[in-house]
């Protein structure tokens, strides 16, 4: 019996893993997800050969085979097993003039990875964006275009990192050939700052505490600060505005959980205590929560952004 009978379960398992969806209050659809270069199945299969492939599968695993073996009286299978593709894929450019490739069709990594719906929801919200800054603004539809091209392979490579990183967690110390193939489908630097990665940063947390020791401070732009404006998006619109480019951001950053990283940069010479700073940069842009200024200052002073006198 299950604690909630409208919930999702998901296992792994050495080979694959499974997971079953409720659809109705006694009705379940459940999957075993195998590698074909490792599981012999294939979509032109008879029927009776892909059943005894599915059978074999769940029986591996701990807590969704048991649920829905047939000796139990509750489980009773209602069609016969049958076999999808589910390769992970992406594309070359996912936005020309006159297309876009929205959700699914842009790219598909694993369902591991994200919540689809919520993937194809955010793609779907900014290419609805990209469309109507193209619509009422000729001139902005390159930038446009750039921005939805940059953020749908910003996203591919973010969730591409995430399965890779849960694939490894899954497979720990005793990784089967399975596992070992995901954990390896790391995708590439995307260039977009990583808020976890940058709370955990040595130099970050470094700035923090010289930061909170000192009376006072003394906030200059570093030299090696470069400015440049890029598309982004306010409102229904793609703008151009002012983003921050050093080594550490080569891609240029603007923002960092909603905290305007441009208007810290262009207060913080004219204050040398952190609390005046906090409260111009509240008066000057929506305000932000007093840990993610913090964190977003540190960020600034850790990735040589603003150098300390």
Excluded at 179 to 200: I, N
Excluded at 295 to 308: C, E, I, P, R, T
Aim: aromatic fraction near 8%.
């Amino acid at each position: 019996m299950l604690d909630d009978e409208t919930h999702t379960l998901v296992e792994s398992y050495p080979g694959g893993w499974a997971w079953s969806v409720p659809v109705s209050r006694s009705r379940r659809y459940v999957t075993a997800m195998v590698d074909p270069s490792l599981t012999s199945v294939r979509r032109s299969d008879a029927a009776d050969s892909l059943a005894t492939v599915y059978h074999a599968e769940l029986a591996k695993t701990q807590r969704i085979g048991p649920l829905v073996r047939t000796s139990r009286p509750s489980a009773r299978l209602t069609a016969a097993p049958f076999a999808r593709d589910a390769s992970s894929y992406d594309a070359t450019r996912f936005a020309e003039a006159g297309i876009l490739l929205v959700g699914d069709a842009a790219s598909f990594v694993d369902p591991l990875s994200s919540y689809g719906i919520k993937k194809a929801l955010s793609s779907a919200w900014l290419a609805s964006v990209v469309v109507h800054t193209a619509l009422v603004d000729e001139a902005m539809q390159s930038a446009a275009l750039e921005l939805y091209d940059a953020r749908e392979r910003a996203m591919c490579d973010a969730l591409r990192r995430r399965f890779a990183e849960l694939s490894r967690d899954v497979a720990g110390d005793a990784a089967t050939a399975f596992w070992r193939a995901r954990s390896a489908a790391d995708g590439g630097d995307d260039g977009e700052p990583d808020v976890s990665a940058l709370r955990r940063d040595p130099a970050v947390l470094a700035a923090f505490e010289e930061i909170r020791r000192r009376e006072s401070v003394g906030l200059r732009p570093s030299g090696t600060l470069q400015r440049s404006d890029r598309p982004t998006v306010r409102g229904d619109r793609v703008e151009l505005e002012e983003h921050l480019f050093v080594p550490a951001f080569r891609d240029g950053v603007r923002y960092l959980r909603s905290v305007d990283l441009v208007k810290i940069v262009a207060l913080a010479p004219m204050y040398d205590q952190v609390p005046d700073l906090y409260a111009a940069y509240n008066r000057a842009a929506p305000p932000a929560p007093l840990p993610d200024f913090l964190g977003a200052l540190s960020v600034l002073v850790g990735k040589g952004v603003l150098d300390l006198a």
